[in-house]
């Protein structure tokens, strides 16, 4: 374990060291963009990170699979951060997330921009999307094919946010290490006092 340790509102990722490959087939890795949960700590419609990952760990779980979570940092488009996410899990399958909320499932075999389900429009994210983004990627690493989790549209959302998310990605990109290893992360969920 490393000594970085990044602490945000509810939410603690300790640094474990360089990920490596999986070997569980029954788990999904969830892949965070460089600057998620550290100079970001909210998604562009302000939902904190700590619920997004509480979310999606809670999917994960409600299907007997197992998570980890991985910083890509060599990376902040969704899709190379996905299937960096699913080449690292031992299913094969792997979430990508951006700070402002743009989401992915991937799976490693599939081409880098082929992917299982994607979710482009991040204002229309909430908790319980992420909710269902984990449990449909649990279901695709036990070989399940779930029905996808349904998308909103709203044609005004890209007018509404286009500048914000511009903006947010070229923050991101700030934090990209081109050489730089995905790094295994420790969450922790804080309560508001600070404790886990």
């Not at 914000?164 to 700030?174: D, P, R, S, V, W």
């Amino acid at each position: 374990m490393t000594d970085r340790v990044v602490e945000n509102h509810r939410l603690r990722l300790t640094d474990r060291g360089p990920a490596v490959a999986g070997r569980r087939t029954d788990e999904v890795v969830i892949g965070i963009a460089p600057a998620f949960g550290e100079f970001f700590t909210k998604t562009i419609t302000s939902l904190p990170h700590a619920e997004v990952l509480r979310e999606m760990l809670a999917g994960i779980e409600e299907q007997g699979v197992t998570a980890r979570v991985v910083r890509i940092r060599h990376n902040c488009d969704v899709a190379g951060i996905g299937i960096a996410a699913a080449q690292l899990s031992g299913s094969g399958i792997g979430i990508g997330i951006l700070s402002r909320g743009t989401t992915v499932i991937h799976q490693k075999d599939l081409f880098r921009l082929s992917n299982l389900e994607l979710f482009p429009q991040a204002p229309l994210m909430d908790a319980d999307v992420y909710r269902k983004v984990g449990r449909n990627s649990a279901q695709y690493a036990k070989g399940q094919s779930p029905e996808p989790v349904p998308s909103r549209n709203d044609y005004m959302a890209r007018v509404r946010y286009q500048a914000k998310a511009a903006l947010l990605h070229i923050k991101e990109t700030e934090f990209v290490e081109l050489d730089a290893a995905p790094v295994e992360l420790a969450v922790d969920f804080l309560r508001a006092d600070g404790t886990r």
